[in-house]
């Protein structure tokens, strides 16, 4: 595949510890094990080294929330209300971290959102300025 780097952007969603760590809070519900099977994190390890060397803009999409989850107050999905149950990806805590095998550097962008879909987050759109191809790596892509 061949692609201007320059125009390119790699975005790296949802490799929080509560969702792929096997100590993660979604351990329960088979996600870690899955990401696992499917070596995700490795894959995505080696897509993010050779992405890095090729000069390509990283981006890193964190999914967190405030003690009391006020952002979510008028969600009622089952994964949003069973995220609340079991006190999943509370902002400062290990298990809304990266994996640690996949940190980003000092100098790539990272954002956060609140709701399945990233392009709801405002930032990503002036990120996202001038490039032509973004390659999307992640737990649940398809969302």
Do not use: C
């Not at 969600?75 to 209300?81: A, E, S, V």
């Amino acid at each position: 595949m061949k692609f201007d780097q320059k125009k390119t952007v790699l975005m790296i969603m949802d490799f929080m510890n509560d969702i792929v760590h096997p100590n993660g809070k979604f351990a329960g519900w088979g996600i870690p094990l899955h990401v696992q099977q499917q070596n995700a994190i490795g894959n995505t390890k080696e897509l993010l080294k050779r992405a890095r060397t090729a000069g390509v803009k990283i981006i890193y999409i964190t999914v967190s929330y405030e003690p009391g989850y006020a952002s979510l107050k008028n969600i009622k999905t089952t994964l949003h209300k069973s995220l609340q149950l079991a006190g999943a990806l509370l902002q400062g805590q290990w298990g809304a971290h990266i994996h640690d095998d996949l940190k980003p550097l000092p100098s790539e962008v990272v954002l956060n959102k609140t709701r399945t879909n990233p392009f709801t987050i405002p930032e990503l759109d002036q990120e996202l300025q001038g490039k032509e191809t973004i390659l999307v790596t992640g737990v649940a892509t398809n969302f």
